[in-house]
């Protein structure tokens, strides 16, 4: 049986993990091949690397850390952050990235999902969307958060899954950071009208969120970052909680 | 030893060099038919479309390569499919190592199926030297939209909504649906077996 998904989500920036302190078991806990490799290790069924380097060199200092996280992590991997392009999707995956993430730009220009989906196939497209819940319905943000849109996050995942999208990540801006468990009506939503799976994220803050993400909202995967990072839950704890509650879990 | 990576328009190359890399073993990519020949054990791995792969395998005659291979032969995901008789995707006759036909998964109509497939699961009644030390049960990491059906050389089953083969063998062929290469622990295992026909 399909098993249900832990994925942690670190943040890279000029190379770096942005967060990541208190591993006293690595080295370096700012490098994001030992971090990634540590989290397969204990037990990730996957890993997102967002990107948040703003600078013009990113797209050379990724792709080389990119083929490093490839050469030394055993377990599939997402890459985001700021890409635009067919070819900036090509470099990654070609550097050893099993999907990637769109977002912004992707919204702005729909069609890209069509060509990517075509170039590369639908399973390595991930459209990454950022909500956010106001005036009686869940927003699509766009530049991180920053910037609001009048469309409607269930309308631009379905046409995104329509264009080719092969997979969701949907975070919720209500929720993350909060800790207070995750967006359960659109992940659920999203999550069972739509014939993708979805990636739950946004405030995540004990192991009965995790619960109810995947039961109640029927989440196929949930991301964390700081959680994990900070050691708040370690992830063979809580592949056990969730085992224990009746969700498939890979062991 | 000499280990092969078929090189053709497929994804993931980089990923299979990259765990034998980690088990010690230098692959060499290549789509020259002399260097295949010559190897003591061939990988066909594939991500994409089956029709192009097989279009751009006809055009430089590596379906015919791969076919009349006599060393140990280890197809992945797409490669399994193509080495299969045909594929539902685009209608593509395949190579017909394995006489399963490749079918798409589809939806019943009680429950909303999600394809392709992406995650983990488990394969059961494993029988062959590929996963000798794997227990049954283990998970593998799979993304797909297509399956081969159960047949003669069906070597593992996993369920997604019905039975299909995830491992296929016959003679020197051997073939996963699952990627091994990014298949943690358990995935190198089965790498390493082969490597040790």
């Known amino acids: 049986m399909l098993t249900k998904r832990i994925i942690p989500c670190l943040d890279i920036k000029d190379g770096r993990t942005v967060k990541g302190i208190n591993f006293e078991n690595i080295r370096d806990a700012g490098d994001p091949i030992e971090l990634g490799a540590l989290y397969a290790s204990q037990g990730a069924d996957e890993l997102v690397f967002l990107d948040i380097t703003a600078t013009n060199e990113r797209r050379k200092t990724l792709s080389a850390l990119v083929t490093e996280i490839a050469r030394h992590v055993n377990i599939p991997f997402t890459v985001g952050g700021g890409i635009s392009s067919v070819e900036d999707v090509s470099v990654l995956l070609q550097s050893g990235a099993d999907k990637i993430s769109v977002n912004t730009s992707a919204f702005k220009n729909p069609v890209l999902i069509d060509h990517l989906a075509r170039e590369f196939g639908s399973q390595c497209i991930v459209l990454a969307i950022d909500t956010r819940y106001e005036e009686g319905d869940w927003y699509v943000?766009?530049?991180?958060?920053?910037?609001?849109?009048?469309?409607?996050?269930?309308?631009?995942?379905?046409?995104?899954?329509?264009?080719?999208?092969?997979?969701?990540?949907?975070t919720s801006m209500n929720n993350d950071g909060t800790k207070k468990g995750f967006a359960l009506d659109i992940t659920g939503q999203l999550s069972q009208n739509l014939n993708v799976p979805v990636i739950a994220s946004g405030g995540a803050g004990t192991m009965e969120h995790f619960v109810d993400v995947f039961e109640n909202a029927q989440a196929d995967a949930a991301l964390a970052a700081s959680i994990f990072h900070y050691k708040e839950i370690e992830i063979p704890a809580l592949k056990n909680f969730l085992y224990q509650k009746g969700v498939n879990m890979r062991f | 030893m000499k280990t092969v990576i078929v090189k053709y328009n497929a994804g993931n190359i980089r990923s299979v060099q990259f765990a034998l890399e980690r088990i010690g073993v230098n692959g060499i990519v290549t789509d020259d038919e002399t260097e295949i020949r010559s190897a003591d054990k061939v990988i066909f791995p594939g991500v994409g479309e089956a029709s192009t792969a097989m279009q751009y395998l006809k055009e430089r005659k590596l379906d015919q390569v791969i076919k009349n291979l006599k060393q140990p032969v280890l197809g992945i995901c797409l490669g399994m499919q193509l080495m299969c008789s045909h594929s539902e995707e685009n209608?593509?006759?395949?190579?017909?190592?394995?006489?399963t036909p490749v079918k798409k998964f589809t939806s019943p109509v009680e429950n909303l199926l999600k394809i392709p497939q992406i995650g983990w699961n488990n394969i059961t009644n494993l029988h062959s030297v590929l996963f000798e030390h794997v227990p049954e049960n283990s998970y593998m990491y799979f993304v797909h939209s297509y399956y081969a059906a159960l047949g003669a050389d069906t070597v593992a089953i996993t369920n997604y909504v019905i039975n299909y083969s995830s491992a296929l063998q016959k003679d020197n062929f051997y073939a996963v649906q699952f990627h091994p290469e990014k298949s943690a622990e358990a995935g190198a295992r089965i790498i390493e077996n082969f490597l040790n026909i």
């Not at chain 1, 609001?148 to 092969?166: H, L, M, P, Q, S």
Request: proline letters at 3%; hydrophobic letters at 40%.
């Open chain 1, 141 to 170: 943000y766009l530049n991180g958060g920053r910037v609001k849109t009048d469309i409607k996050a269930y309308d631009w995942a379905k046409e995104a899954v329509n264009r080719g999208a092969g997979e969701i990540l949907l």
């Open chain 2, 91 to 99: 209608d593509t006759p395949c190579m017909g190592i394995f006489e």
